[in-house]
Nanobody
């Protein structure tokens, strides 16, 4: 499975961006999809995930600011980011894994497929 992100860029604090990730080469509807981000010098951090049926999952820190969604017909997953802050600046990665309930969604080690990332920069 190949994942390609798009939609990153430079935005002012308080603004919004919508990231997209398109998958090819596999059965998209069988995969749990997620977004991670990584700022310079920091570990890659879980942002949100979406189950095969479209149900989202967020860490407590991200609830309300980010919205993840998927379109199985388009083999795409999206991340709507609102009220952006400078500390949201990072490279955002799309990731995919089989739907295995026993493995935590936040753990990047269980994701098999990764995109190349898209840069998001929030200016103050």
């Amino acid at each position: 499975v190949q994942l390609v992100e798009s939609g990153g860029g430079l935005v002012q604090a308080g603004g919004s961006l919508r990231l997209s990730c398109t998958a090819s080469g596999g059965t998209f509807s069988n995969l749990v999809m997620a977004w991670f981000r990584q700022a310079p010098g920091l570990e890659r951090e879980f942002v949100a995930a979406v189950y095969r049926n479209g149900n989202p999952y967020y860490p407590d820190s991200g609830k309300g600011q980010f919205t993840i969604s998927r379109d199985n017909a388009r083999n795409a997953v999206y991340l709507q980011m609102n009220s952006l802050k400078p500390e949201d600046s990072a490279v955002y990665f799309c990731a995919a894994r089989p739907d295995l309930e026993m493995f935590p969604l936040e753990d990047r080690g269980y994701y098999v497929y990764w995109g190349q990332g898209t840069q998001v920069t929030v200016s103050s």
